[in-house]
């Protein structure tokens, strides 16, 4: 059971826009910066999106990042099939002095 | 160019010890904190520990902590993750990463650790 709470699954076709939730509390993403990161099938994770909005170095404006509260979303617009990943959201978290995970959400561009 | 590099996994029987490295270039590493992230099979992300650039603090997982010790040798611009009384549950791809609001902006390629008799 992951302390941050992220949808298994999500998809939508080539050219299209997909959000991914991320929930948490005033511990974690209430509190902290949140990072999103993309696993392609059988490599390291890669940072996607850091202090909630910012892009690093490489990517694409088509990732863009928002936070409300307690919750932070991930948008992808213009969907390409290289997108297939699963993406993580992450966050500090403060009651547990530990850096804190969402379960991954799978994009599946049909 | 960052780059991180780990070693040290493999086949360990329950109970065991094993010792991970992370070898640092591209930076300057005494100046980062470090952490360890560790993905079972088919499993999402589990933050495992993390360390001040001058070694002196520390932070674990709960389900790590008093069995697994992170360090660093700022020399050899390494880090380091001892684990003891290894579990089957502990098995899984080590990641290292250069640390940025507690988590990793910059990843290594991971290293497989398999707890099995």
């Known amino acids: 059971q992951s302390v941050l709470t992220q949808p298994p699954s999500v998809s939508a076709a080539p050219g299209q826009k997909v959000t991914i939730s991320c929930s948490g509390s005033s511990s974690n993403i209430g509190n902290n910066y949140v990072s999103w990161y993309q696993q392609l099938p059988g490599t390291a994770p890669k940072l996607l999106l850091y202090?909630?909005?910012k892009r690093p170095s490489g990517i694409p404006d088509r990732f863009s990042g928002s936070k409300s509260g307690t919750s932070a979303t991930l948008g992808i617009t213009g969907l390409q099939t290289g997108d297939e990943a699963d993406y993580y959201c992450?966050?500090?978290?403060?009651?547990?002095?530990?850096?804190?995970f969402g379960g991954g959400t799978k994009l599946t561009v049909l | 160019e960052v780059q991180l590099v780990e070693s040290g996994g493999g086949l360990v029987q329950p109970g065991g010890s094993l010792r991970l490295s992370c070898g640092a270039s591209g930076f300057t590493f005494s100046n980062y904190w470090m952490v360890w992230v560790r993905q079972a099979p088919g499993k999402g992300l589990v933050w495992i520990s993390r360390l001040k650039g001058d070694g002196s603090i520390a932070h674990y997982a709960d389900s790590v902590k008093g069995r697994f010790t992170i360090s660093r040798d700022n020399a050899k611009n390494t880090l380091y993750l001892q684990m003891n009384s290894l579990r089957a549950e502990d098995t899984a791809v080590y990641y290292c990463g250069r640390e940025q609001w507690g988590l990793p902006s910059y990843w290594g390629q991971g290293t497989l650790v398999t707890v099995s008799s």
């Open positions: 992450g966050t500090w978290d403060d009651s547990l002095s530990a850096g804190v």
């Open positions: 202090e909630n909005n």
